[in-house]
T-cell receptor, first 116, second 111 residues
Framework: GAVVSQHPSRVICKSGTSVKIECRSL??????MFWYRQFPKQSLMLMAT?????????EQGVEKDKFLINHASLTLSTLTVTSAHPEDSSFYIC????????????FGPGTRLTVL | KQEVTQIPAALSVPEGENLVLNCSFT??????LQWFRQDPGKGLTSLLL?????REQTSGRLNASLDKSSGRSTLYIAASQPGDSATYLC??????????FGAGTTVTVRA
């Protein structure tokens, strides 16, 4: 149980285009999902917290107009990188917190974004 | 702001040797600490979670200790195997749900 999927696993796009990444909790309801990015040999950095049915909360320094987050249901959150640039190339990982759990976040397998 | 540091950044050992991975954090007001494993290009697998009131947790060949007052945790992996090769991340959680991660220790176990 407690499986989180991400789609796509890899995406390559041209500079200036927008890319949408999906995060799904497959077998549990997740009122809260988190989006992280990870640069090579660096730690995961929290970008934003996504709550079902409300606006996402962005961490300091993360542009909310560039990284659009939608959490329309208890099992799906999406991250859209708008007008992507090469510096947005990174590994994006989501996690989901089971509604009735106070402790555990379950992580997705990640999405590798490469912007040419 | 919580800072999490992992030393060493990389480690290479022969098969069978015990592994010791260190994690330190600057703010001792944590709710719990978690150790994860990350394989190249993959997501995170949770290994052990230690509540702030606990001193250690064990799972098979893995043992994690926590000294909250000194801001330190250590992950021990006994009798290492090539399949243990991966990056190990520690993460601390304050009273909200936001995890702060270290940069990880990349382990290579040589057959």
């Amino acid at each position: 149980g407690a499986v989180v999927s991400q789609h796509p696993s890899r995406v390559i796009c041209k500079s200036g285009t927008s890319v949408k990444i999906e995060c799904r909790s497959l077998d549990f309801q997740a009122t809260t999902m988190f989006w992280y990015r990870q640069f090579p040999k660096q730690s995961l950095m929290l970008m934003a917290t996504s709550n079902e049915g409300s606006k996402a909360t962005y961490e300091q320094g993360v542009e909310k107009d560039k990284f659009l987050i939608n959490h329309a249901s208890l099992t799906l959150s999406t991250l859209t990188v708008t007008s992507a640039h090469p510096e947005d190339s990174s590994f994006y990982i989501c996690s989901a917190k089971y509604t009735f759990s106070t402790d555990t976040q379950y992580f997705g397998p990640g999405t590798r974004l490469t912007v040419l | 702001k919580q800072e999490v540091t992992q030393i060493p950044a990389a480690l290479s050992v022969p098969e069978g040797e015990n592994l010791v991975l260190n994690c330190s954090f600057t703010d001792s007001a944590i709710y719990n600490l978690q150790w994860f494993r990350q394989d190249p290009g993959k997501g995170l697998t949770s290994l052990l979670l230690i509540q702030s009131s606990q001193r250690e947790q064990t799972s098979g060949r893995l043992n994690a200790s926590l000294d909250k007052s000194s801001g330190r945790s250590t992950l021990y992996i006994a009798a290492s195997q090539p399949g243990d090769s991966a990056t190990y991340l520690c993460a601390v959680r304050p009273n909200d749900y936001k995890l702060s991660f270290g940069a990880g220790t990349t382990v290579t176990v040589r057959a």
